[in-house]
């Protein structure tokens, strides 16, 4: 079974500081996608980045920076010196089988006070 | 380009109405999903579509729940004789295509909030 754990369910912190999102996925299929999407308090998803299982390299986007790691079954998102704006609810999701659905995980709420 | 459209934004109905949600992907796009955001039950998978087909059903909840897409287009989410556990948010998302050698990215639309009284 396909599974996406997101155990932090609320972080606060203040402006400037750095914040990582953890990510843990369960799935026995050796080709999958992760993904990460925002959820601003306007409620639209938003997407951030889609990473396939063969990829294990880091990404950064400007303040933005994915860690992969399948030794850990984990897909972690730091945010470098947050902003108000960050506040939002992320979710990741995992990407398996033909019909590529999302299994999302629970979310994980941040809040950036100024 | 337009994005994800859906409509209505929000829908109240009484207990035992049926309701439509309606969603318009983004042109081109030949994947479509319908996906319910509950407190209860996070975000969870209802069905997909790949053009006009429906090959993957497995999410919808009960019988009542049906979907439907035309012309590789517009698709439409009924719900009949609505219960109160389907308040919820529901979203649509479509995706260039799926199934392949690679998964698409999927872009999601605004959602309608459905409140059953």
């Known amino acids: 079974a396909q599974k996406v754990t997101q155990a932090q369910t609320e972080i606060s912190v203040v402006e400037k500081e750095d914040v990582t999102l953890d990510c843990v996925y369960e799935?026995?299929?050796?080709?999958?996608?992760l993904f990460w999407y925002k959820q601003p308090p306007s409620g639209e998803l938003v997407f951030l980045i889609r990473r396939n299982s063969f990829d294990e390299q880091n990404e950064i986007s400007g303040r933005y920076s994915w860690n992969f790691q399948k030794s850990t079954s984990s897909f972690n998102f730091t945010i470098t010196a947050s902003q108000v704006v960050d506040s939002a609810v992320y979710f990741c999701a995992l990407s398996v089988g033909n019909t590529d659905k999302l299994i999302f995980g629970t979310g994980t709420r941040l809040q950036v006070f100024p | 380009g337009a994005g994800v459209s859906q409509s209505p934004s929000n829908k109240v109905t009484e207990k035992g109405k049926d309701v439509e949600l309606r969603c318009d992907p983004i042109s081109g796009h030949t994947a479509l999903y319908w996906y319910r955001q509950s407190l209860g039950q996070g975000l969870e998978f209802l069905i997909y579509?790949?053009?006009?087909?429906?090959?993957?059903k497995s999410g919808l909840p009960s019988d009542r729940f049906s979907a439907e897409r035309t012309g590789g287009s517009v698709s439409t989410l009924t719900i009949q004789r609505t219960q109160q556990e389907d308040s919820a948010v529901y979203l649509c998302?479509?995706?260039?295509?799926?199934?392949?050698?690679?998964?698409?990215?999927?872009?999601f639309g605004p959602g309608t909030r459905l409140t059953v009284l």
């Open positions: 799935t026995r299929d050796t080709t999958y996608y």
């Open positions: 579509f790949q053009g006009n087909s429906a090959p993957d």
């Open positions: 998302a479509s995706s260039v295509t799926s199934g392949g050698s690679t998964t698409d990215t999927q872009y």
